[in-house]
């Protein structure tokens, strides 16, 4: 709108040919693949000497998906309860931001290793985490027990220590584990937004004598918020598609361990449909609790 | 009056409760910090645990005679390979240095645009690629293994390149970050009769530095850790994941400490790039919340 019109078209011409080449990027191994695997929900492959033959069969996938399968919707259902952790890592990676944003020896230091989990781990040292460390108990996406096949558990037997003491233990330092190994992004999102808040509504929050706390539950958090529901949304979705998820497992065999990239495909849009609605439910609630500083 | 006073006592109080509090800081962060870094030191442990340790169960966390038998048994191994080493090594580089590069120049072209122009069909566009971010690879690998067979990609360079440069959460973040440029430095540059391509090339992208070695981070990382065997089957072409996967897979119990050494110097790389960068990325994170202002 500022400039003459002129100029203006051959702005758009220019908008679109800087787009182009990341986009044909993304069309071809994405959005292709994306359609495709929908359309494969419609239909029953089977392989041949020519290749994929798909032969359509209308909702029989999704259909039987729905009320025949009986694995799939209790999978649903129970990943629908590691949404619990969306509030723990919320609330871990807020303290842990605040921590992180104090001055104190060593402070880059620490930043560095609450980076670490992004770094590295999606990688090869998961893999190996989840084979040895965790093989005791590696099914599907419940939390796995660090520590219950180490040498912790005989370090808290030979102190003396009844059973149900030491599971609870094993327990808590599993969760935290697994607490600290999600929160990664999260921490420096939260960063980010500590150092937005500008520092004379703290000063002003001082003069007028507000404590600490007071200043955290009046100034921080709401000044939080966009980053709150930034955060939500980025757990949300780093929950469901973690590939340790158990439907991820489930979509997963049932293509390539099972061959039935059909009916793969349709547990795939069913499952990515639920995690949508999830994501619409959490923004319309907590659209409501943003706050917009500026206005 | 009172309350100034007041404020005096409490500020004397704040000072020398931060004292103790820092320590308590230092000491809570210590302890999470030994939370994030347990399963790197565990696995530099088991790679240097001897034999008889390392099948010990339960596993200890701790070595007692700590040798480097198992790397030398890789390096052993890894010479004796048909493929030099060197060459699996050069390909992985290479696969993910120029993969990472293409990502990163044109998710930033891409971005700037979608920042900053205004075009129809702007926002649907946005919303398609905030879509991509939601998706995990696996869901969508067969058939983009079918569309790269049918290009004749397979068993080149480019079937590991290709995939990796439309990926969504480069050109999400540098997006957020050239947003938040000033508008006057565009179009005081524009003034000045820069077309567009020196204004992306000379402004904006020195000007998100920061964001674009972030990127640079993330993707490198992503691609160094997904280079998925079923794309190159060719030996000359393979990257060293691959190979390491081939040479401890192929015994497995005989070959775990080797295996481990082989991850170990496997996450060298991603710490180095991600050291080298650090202090940006950080300040990029601090950035990412900054209103233009």
């Known amino acids: ?27 071809l191994f994405f959005a292709v693949p994306f359609i495709q695997s929908c359309l494969y929900g419609f239909q029953d492959l089977t392989t041949s000497v020519d290749g994929m033959v798909g032969e359509w069969v209308g909702l029989k996938n999704f259909s039987y998906a729905l009320f025949r399968d009986t694995e799939f919707l209790v999978q649903c259902v129970g990943s629908l309860r590691d949404l619990v952790q969306v509030p ?17 020896p060593g402070r880059t230091l620490m930043r560095a290793i609450a980076f670490l989990p992004v770094i590295i781990g999606s990688g090869v040292l998961m893999d190996i985490m989840k084979t040895d460390v965790f093989s005791s108990s590696v099914n599907g996406a419940e939390t796995t027990y660090l520590f219950s096949s180490s040498g912790l558990t005989g370090f808290f037997q030979s102190m003396g220590l009844p059973v149900g003491m030491i599971g609870f233990i094993n327990e808590v330092i599993s969760k935290i584990f697994d607490l600290t190994w999600r929160s990664g992004v999260q921490i420096l999102l939260f960063l980010a937004g500590l150092h937005n808040i500008p520092s004379y509504v703290y000063e002003a929050a001082d003069i007028e004598g507000a404590n600490a706390l007071e ?18 949304v980025y757990s949300v979705i780093d929950i469901f598609a973690d590939f340790g998820n158990a439907i991820i497992q489930m ?16 547990l795939s849009i069913l499952y990515f449909l639920m995690v949508a609605a999830v994501l619409i439910i959490l923004y319309l609630v907590m659209k409501r609790f943003i706050v917009h500083p500026e206005e | 009056m009172l309350k100034m006073k007041k404020r005096k006592k409490k500020l004397g109080i704040d000072n020398r409760r931060s004292k103790i509090g820092n320590g308590l800081v230092i000491f809570l962060l210590l302890l999470l910090g030994a939370f994030m870094a347990f399963p790197l030191y565990y ?4 790679s240097i645990k001897p034999s008889e340790e390392l099948f010990q169960f339960p596993p200890r966390l701790y070595v007692i005679r700590p040798t480097q038998e198992h790397y030398t048994e890789l390096f ?10 060197s060459r699996y090594l050069f390909n992985t580089l290479f696969v993910s240095l120029l993969g990472t590069v293409l990502h990163v120049v044109l998710a930033g072209m891409a971005a700037y645009p979608l920042a900053k122009h205004n075009f129809p069909g702007k926002d649907a566009l946005f919303a398609i690629i905030l879509l991509g971010l939601m998706f995990v690879g696996q869901v969508t690998f067969l058939p983009s293994f079918i ?9 080149t360079y ?13 050109l999400f973040l540098m997006k957020q970050f050239i947003e938040q440029l000033p508008d006057s430095l565009i179009e005081a540059a524009r003034i000045d009769g820069a077309n567009e391509w020196k204004i992306y090339f000379s402004i904006i992208f020195p000007n998100v530095k920061p964001a674009v070695l972030t990127v640079f981070i993330f993707q490198f990382v992503n691609i160094w850790n997904g280079l998925s065997k079923e794309l190159v089957y060719d030996e000359q072409l393979k990257v060293v994941k691959v190979a390491l996967e081939q040479v401890s897979a192929s015994n497995a119990y005989a070959r775990m400490g080797s295996g481990m050494a082989g991850s170990v110097l496997l996450m060298i790389p991603p710490i180095v790039v991600f050291i080298l960068m650090q202090r940006n990325v950080v300040e990029t994170m601090t950035f990412a919340g900054m209103k233009e202002g």
């Open chain 1, 1 to 27: 709108m500022r400039k003459k019109m002129p100029y203006h078209t051959k702005r758009k011409i220019y908008g679109f040919l800087f787009i182009t080449p990341w986009l044909l990027g993304f069309l």
């Open chain 1, 88 to 104: 723990l890592i919320l609330v871990y990676s807020v303290c842990f931001a605040l921590l992180l944003k104090k001055d104190y």
């Open chain 1, 215 to 232: 200043q955290f539950f009046k100034i921080t958090l709401p000044m939080l918020t966009p980053m709150i529901l930034l955060n939500v």
């Open chain 1, 251 to 266: 979509i997963y065999n049932t293509a390539f361990t099972n061959v039935r990239f059909g009916y793969s495909s349709a």
């Open chain 2, 43 to 46: 696995t530099v442990i088991q």
């Open chain 2, 76 to 85: 052993q191994l890894m010479s004796n390979l048909w493929v030099p080493f």
């Open chain 2, 147 to 155: 569309i790269i067979a049918k290009l004749n990609l397979l068993n």
């Open chain 2, 158 to 170: 480019w079937a590991y390149i290709l995939p990796n440069i439309g990926v969504s959460l480069g």
